[in-house]
Nanobody
Framework: VQLQASGGGLVQAGESLRLSCVAS????????MGWFRQPPGKEREFVAA????????YYADSLKGRFIISRDNAKVTVYLQMNNLKPQDTGVYYC????????????????WGRGTQVTVSS
């Protein structure tokens, strides 16, 4: 499965962005989908995940209430709505697909997109 993330950009603190990640195959529906981010000079970290049918969502504790993950299986797309953005949200955001295991850990993901840059200015 190939994944293509888009929607990043440069915004000011307090603004919103919506990231999208489109899959190349309809087998997308067999996978849980996750978003990770890599701040400058730091490790890649978990942001959010959603199970195959979109019913269950999982978030990094620090992001609950500001970020919302969703998916549209008909469009083979997963979204990340990011609200009230802060400078510490700056980084490269990656989408990934997982067949199983804990969605919080990047080693459980089978496919990764190339990432989209999000920069939040203060």
């Amino acid at each position: 499965v190939q994944l293509q993330a888009s929607g990043g950009g440069l915004v000011q603190a307090g603004e919103s962005l919506r990231l999208s990640c489109v899959a190349s195959e309809r087998s997308f529906v067999d996978y849980a989908m996750g978003w990770f981010r890599q701040p400058p000079g730091k490790e890649r970290e978990f942001v959010a995940a959603v199970n195959w049918n979109g019913i269950n969502q999982y978030y990094a504790d620090s992001l609950k209430g500001r970020f919302i993950i969703s998916r549209d299986n008909a469009k083979v797309t997963v979204y990340l709505q990011m609200n009230n953005l802060k400078p510490q949200d700056t980084g490269v955001y990656y989408c990934a697909a997982a067949r199983g295991g804990s969605y919080y850990y990047r080693e459980n993901y089978d496919f990764w997109g190339r990432g989209t840059q999000v920069t939040v200015s203060s």
